[in-house]
């Protein structure tokens, strides 16, 4: 008699073989599966497996650590987009004030004060240069926020005991089951190959 999974495999012959290795996880255990885990005892370790793991081709994995690695993020293959969307908020910000600044005092409103120019760019500078402050760090902030996906107040790494330890003194790092070249065997034992203190698959 053929299994759920052969079942649910056989009706779907166009399937990518990374969605077929993720419906195999899925059944493991008889619960969905989001990873595989991987805990280091330090941060040099971690970076290490990291590269390892770009190399070998996965790209949905992420890593975590008690303070910031620097080249962490590199070695996962992630790019910071931040400074980008903070420069372009300064620039939306300072534009936005002195456009605000110029409509009011040379279209909306003229008033000649005392032979000054209507158009006065030196007097416009300093509320340009504060909104143009306040824009930037309210985009670094939000941005930031929306990034790094938060506030999130569940993961489901959190269903691994061992995780408590990510916020004291231990290294981890995790392969998504939707990676395209995830596959519960190949990506165990590439796992295993990294020499980890431990390792667990992480339930959904």
């Known amino acids: 008699m053929r299994t759920r999974e052969e079942l649910l495999v056989s009706a779907r012959p166009a399937v990518a073989p990374y969605q077929t290795a ?3 996880m899925q059944f493991m255990n ?20 990291a590269e390892k793991a770009y190399t070998a081709g996965f790209r949905r994995m992420d890593g975590f650590a008690p303070f910031p690695v620097e080249g962490l993020a590199e070695a996962l293959g992630k790019r910071n987009r931040l400074p980008l969307l903070v420069l372009i908020g300064g ?6 004030a002195y456009y605000m600044q110029w409509y009011a005092n040379a ?3 003229v008033i000649n004060v005392g032979g000054r120019p209507i158009h006065s760019w030196p ?11 306040l824009a930037a760090a309210l985009t ?3 941005g930031s926020l929306a990034l790094n996906g938060l506030p999130r107040p569940y993961h489901p790494v959190f269903n691994v005991p061992e995780f408590e330890r990510a916020s004291q003194d231990r ?3 995790c392969i998504e089951a939707r990676d395209q070249n995830f596959d519960p065997d190949r990506t165990r034992a590439f796992l295993q190959s990294l020499n980890p ?3 667990a698959e992480v339930p959904k």
């Open 30 to 49: 008889g619960r969905s599966t989001y990873g595989l885990l991987a805990e280091f005892s330090t941060h040099e370790e971690l970076v290490r497996a």
């Open 107 to 109: 279209i909306d409103y």
């Open 140 to 142: 670094a902030f939000f």
């Open 123 to 133: 007097s416009f500078i300093p509320i340009t240069f504060e909104l143009t402050v």
């Open 22 to 24: 993720i419906v195999r």
């Open 91 to 96: 620039i939306i910000g300072g534009a936005g």
């Open 171 to 173: 290294f981890f790092l």
């Open 197 to 199: 203190l431990s390792f």
